[in-house]
């Protein structure tokens, strides 16, 4: 019987306002059995024991909106680096989002069940994963990866399905082909994007037939549907359609944030990449330059419009469009929106678990859950910033294995 030990660490729960003070955590066969002031283990010959050292104990977060196996998107590499080298770097990006304390992903484009697969078998350290396998595209949308000089630069290889489609039956054919690839939710564009090739960030994508079409397949298989949306007419037409969740929502409105909050339709508002984008985006050329600064000159205002109304929102880092291993500095962003630091673990940890319908195995520090826990040095109530820095997450423990131990 595996079990382990986590003596004196102050406990935070989501939406609790301070810490449980000076508790142990006692954890059997991956999930978390007890907690108490005093548990003793002394007859146990088998268990490990870690001291806390007063550090602060959270659940483990889920990051709504990551990319696994993508390095910045830039679409050149994957024209002169050899294939091996795509899931190579995948592994990495593995290890740095799990260091950073992220035990739970939900990949919305690039990582193959092959990835998931690799990651039950702990081949390596890995954040669980939802997958999306690879987003639907309309042609010369914004996963539609083919330059103007007609080379296409998409990853391609046996069991990764070519994302673009176009009208009722072919986006229907399609999203049943992501399904048969193993994916968990589908992910859609509907509208361009700020590194797109040929489009614009403002300009739907799909009509409403096509994606009402799309939703009503996932729907079939008790699936959700996430939709990447910049611009207001093509959030306009997700939420019509009956999409799960609105990934970006930059230039959403109060009217349409209203019908979205009594909905309870969220959106992951991923504020820090287009931030990180517009501050350290050197190397992009001057059209996507042009598209971040416009994406960054709104963003934040019309999301604090978006929670003001009462909208859901996830913690989600669009990591890979920016580097892996910073995914928890969103939380601070979140903070920005109105947010208590309280709240905002929240958002990366239980509510996204309730959306996901796994609340009942994560998203909080609770008997009978899967032990999906991080220690961090510094109280996050007190500085939420402070979980921005892997240097900061001293332990991390997933279904109860000791992934990162710097105590």
Do not use: W
């Amino acid at each position: 019987m595996q079990e382990l030990l986590i003596e004196n660490v102050n406990l935070i729960n989501p939406n609790e306002s301070e810490p449980l003070s000076d508790v142990s955590v006692y954890i059997q066969n991956g999930k978390i059995f007890n907690i108490d002031k005093n548990i003793d283990v002394s007859n146990s010959v088998e268990a490990q024991i870690i001291d806390g050292d007063n550090k602060f104990m959270l659940p483990g977060f889920i990051d709504m909106h990551t990319h696994l196996f993508a390095n910045g998107f830039k679409k050149e590499d994957n024209m002169k680096n050899p294939l091996s080298t795509h899931f190579f770097n995948g592994i990495i990006n593995m290890h740095d989002t799990i260091d950073a304390g992220v035990t739970t992903v939900r990949d919305c484009g690039l990582a193959d069940i092959g990835a998931k697969m690799a990651q039950k078998k702990g081949l390596f350290p890995s954040p669980k994963m939802l997958l999306s396998v690879t987003p639907l595209s309309i042609t010369g949308g914004h996963f539609d990866l083919t330059f103007n000089s007609g080379f296409n630069m998409g990853i391609k290889y046996p069991g990764l399905p070519n994302p673009l489609c176009d009208g009722v039956e072919n986006v229907i054919r399609k999203t049943r082909e992501v399904f048969r690839a193993r994916a968990d939710f589908i992910k859609v564009m509907v509208t361009g994007g700020a590194l797109s090739e040929n489009d614009s960030s403002l300009y739907p994508q799909f009509n409403l037939k096509e994606l009402i079409a799309i939703v009503k397949e996932a729907k079939m298989r008790k699936s959700k549907v996430a939709a990447h949306a910049h611009g207001l007419e093509g959030i306009k037409n997700a939420f019509k359609a009956g999409v799960n969740s609105i990934e970006h929502g930059t230039y959403i409105d109060k009217s349409l944030a209203k019908l979205m909050a009594k909905k309870g339709t969220p959106i992951i508002p991923t504020i820090m990449v287009i931030d990180t984008l517009f501050k350290n985006g050197n190397y992009l050329d001057d059209e996507k330059k042009a598209k971040v600064k416009e994406l960054n000159k709104v963003q934040k205002e019309n999301k604090i419009i978006a929670y003001e109304e009462g909208v859901k929102m996830f913690m989600g880092s669009d990591s890979g469009v920016i580097p892996h291993g910073h995914n928890l500095e969103e939380l601070k962003f979140l903070v920005d929106l109105g947010m208590n630091s309280s709240e905002a673990i929240a958002a990366g940890t239980i509510e996204p678990a309730k959306f996901l319908g796994i609340d009942d195995k994560i998203g909080s520090i609770e008997p009978m859950k899967s032990a999906d826990a991080i220690l961090s040095n510094k109280n996050p109530l007190e500085n939420i910033s402070s979980l921005g820095d892997s240097n900061n997450i001293s332990l991390v423990v997933q279904d109860g294995n000791v992934i990162k131990n710097t105590l």
